[in-house]
Structure formats: C-alpha cells, structure tokens
C-alpha cells in the first residue's frame, strides 16, 4: 500500500530538515512514495534516489511515472530482492554512506536488511531510518533490534534465535505469496548505538499505523 498523505508528511519534514544526499527506499510499489521523497530529496539539495523493488512490474510503473514527474535524472532503479539490490549498489561504489533509508517492503526483512547495511559499513553517524507499518501489521523483530543498546546486540548475537519470519502473521510472511528468503547469515554491527522513537499516524484508509524513526548517533570502538 501507498504510504500516503499522513505518513509521507512526516518523512518529508524528515528530509528537508537531514537533507539527505543518497537517499534509499526499499520497497517502491506504484511509486507514490518514490516521486514524493525524491522531490522533497532534490529540493532539499540532495543527489540521488535509489528505489529498490522486487517487481519488475512495479518498478516499470514507478520508472514511468518517474519520467512523468521529471525525476528521472535523480532517481535510480534497482529491480530485484532487496539484498541483492543493497549488494550491486555497494559494489558499484554507488553508495558508500546511506544518508536516510526508507524501509516499506517485506516486512521480515527489515531487520535482515538493516544488518546487511551495517556489515557493509552504509550505516553511520547521522544515517536516518524510517520504517513504515511498525504497528499495521507490525515489526516486533525490528523494533526490538533498534531500540537494543550496544550489550543487547551483543548478548542477542551469540544466541541463537528463531527466523525472523516466524514473529509474523502468515499474511505478512507470504507478502509476496511465498516465504521470501532472507538472510540470515548477516548479523550486522551490534556496536552501531541507535536512537529510536515512533511517530504515531494513520493509514491512507484511516487504520492506526505508525514510523519508526531511527538515527545512527555513534559506532562503537
């Protein structure tokens, strides 16, 4: 679903007060969200929106209506899962620091996602995250991490857990009719601090939902 007028609100007020340079979404479904941040992005002074989406449908939408909007130097799409798509920008050397990431796509897949980012260095001091659906349908597994100081991470490190897809509702878990496979050999940067908070709002169907806004405020030696 499109993250709508409430919630894209506050991740726009987000980005002209950060003015993120390289900016990522993971999850650009019909690009609602895509053209919304990438304007707010460039008219901020920013240089680069890289929107990352499974579907090869989908992203031939957002591509189209990214011409459409004007935008199509400054954003860049990345079709396929959304690891893979982390991996290839990092590679490439495209991106090197993820100034601010917008996570809306498989929902057992924040988490993984998020670690990927850290293991790979793209996370640091000033790095802005925010989750979508933290309440509809909900990400325990991924407000837990976030809101885990430095210990926890570590202590959580060395036990063994269960998958991430089993903290989700079957619905959540299929999103894409099947269990997505994440994963779970990354285990991230236990040593990244984090302050993180929820911005409470609404669904475009009025339904409760909510961001967490995350920030990266230091890395631990």
């Known amino acids: 679903m499109n993250v709508g007028e409430d919630k894209g609100r506050i991740v726009t007020d987000l980005i002209h007060e950060a003015k993120p340079e390289v900016m990522l979404e993971l999850g650009g479904y ?3 969200s ?17 929107s990352l989406e499974r579907s090869p449908k989908f992203a031939k939408v957002i591509e189209t209506l990214v011409e459409i909007a004007g935008l199509s130097d400054f954003v860049e799409m990345v079709v396929g899962p959304s690891n893979e798509g982390i991996r290839i920008l990092h590679i490439a050397g495209k991106v090197k620091k993820i100034d ?19 293991s790979l260095g793209l996370i640091q001091r000033g790095t802005i995250l925010a989750a979508d659906n933290v309440i509809k349908p909900g990400n325990p ?22 998958k991430d897809t089993e903290s989700f509702s079957d619905r959540a878990a299929k999103q894409y009719g099947d269990v997505e ?6 285990k991230g940067n236990p040593e990244i601090v984090y302050e993180s908070r929820l911005v409470n709002s609404f669904e475009p169907t009025g339904v409760p939902d909510g961001i967490e806004i995350t920030k990266c405020v230091e890395v631990s030696a």
């Not at 990438?38 to 680069?48: E, H, L, W």
């Not at 991490?145 to 060395?158: A, C, D, I, P, Q």
């Not at 496979?181 to 990354?186: A, G, N, P, W």
């Open 181 to 186: 496979e994440l994963s779970l050999v990354v």
């Open 30 to 32: 019909c690009g609602y």
């Open 141 to 162: 597994p991924y407000l837990e991490y976030v809101r885990s100081s430095v210990e926890e991470k570590r202590k959580r490190l060395l036990e063994q857990g269960k």
């Open 34 to 50: 895509t053209i919304l941040f990438a304007d707010a992005q460039r008219a901020a002074g920013g240089k680069r929106y890289y």
């Open 100 to 118: 601010m990431m917008f996570l809306d796509h498989y929902k057992p897949a924040y988490t993984t996602d998020l670690k990927l980012c850290e």
